[in-house]
């Protein structure tokens, strides 16, 4: 049978696992509904959730160490990616801008990921203990979804401004938001999605 830390450890894994996924497979562009999003709006929702999901079993203080060490593991990831595509590669390997394409980016959108994703999950920890302190340990659906809608909204903004803000002359401030608030509606119909499952973590979880 697994122990209350094993169950947090796989949470755990999932978060650095889905948190890689949204800076690797997800620079793909897709539509839904017509709307341009990321595919990593798939694992977005796993960050916020996993976050709610320890902090209310364990506490607000344990969640920020996790995120803060997940930020550092995400530093060092993109650190080491562009040394990687920085080295020369063997002569007979012919694949090296595919490569550079595939897993390199601008450092304008390595900013714009590393910068959103610190603040928004940073900020949701805070909140959500700030509104469990307020709700007790009753409504748990309120602290998750509150927490999680404003700091999806606060990811979205940060990273479309840092990434895209006057990238061209169309990148205005009013183009940006018609690809925000779009696409931040997706992230609350996922928020919203996935309460039973901060439910049955948390009850997991405490079991």
């Not at 090296?96 to 394409?101: A, D, K, M």
């Not at 910068?115 to 748990?140: C, M, N, Y």
Request: glycine residues 4%; contains cysteine; hydrophobic residues 55%.
């Amino acid at each position: 049978m697994l122990t209350r830390t094993s169950k947090r450890d796989i949470i755990y894994a999932l978060y650095i696992t889905f948190m890689v996924l949204v800076n690797t497979i997800g620079s793909k562009i897709i539509s839904l509904a017509g709307v341009r999003v990321s595919v990593g709006i798939f694992f977005m929702p796993v960050l916020f959730v996993a976050t709610d999901i320890v902090g209310e079993v364990y506490g607000e203080k344990e969640v920020k160490t996790f995120v803060n060490i997940s930020l550092a593991m995400l530093v060092i990831m993109v650190a080491m990616t562009r040394l990687c595509i920085a080295i020369a590669p063997n002569e007979n390997w012919p694949y090296q801008n595919e490569y550079s394409i595939i897993f390199g980016s601008s450092l304008r959108m390595t900013c714009a990921s590393i910068v959103s994703f610190a603040v928004s999950q940073k900020l949701d920890v805070v909140l959500f203990a700030f509104i469990r302190r307020i709700t007790g340990e009753k409504h748990l659906w309120i602290r998750n979804n509150v927490a999680t809608i404003i700091c999806q909204f606060l990811d979205t903004v940060l990273f479309e401004f840092i990434a895209f803000w006057h990238l061209t002359p169309t990148y205005t401030f009013s183009f940006l938001f018609t690809l925000i608030i779009p696409y931040w509606l997706f992230k609350v119909l996922f928020a919203l999605l996935d309460t039973p499952i901060c439910y049955l973590g948390v009850r997991w979880l405490k079991g």
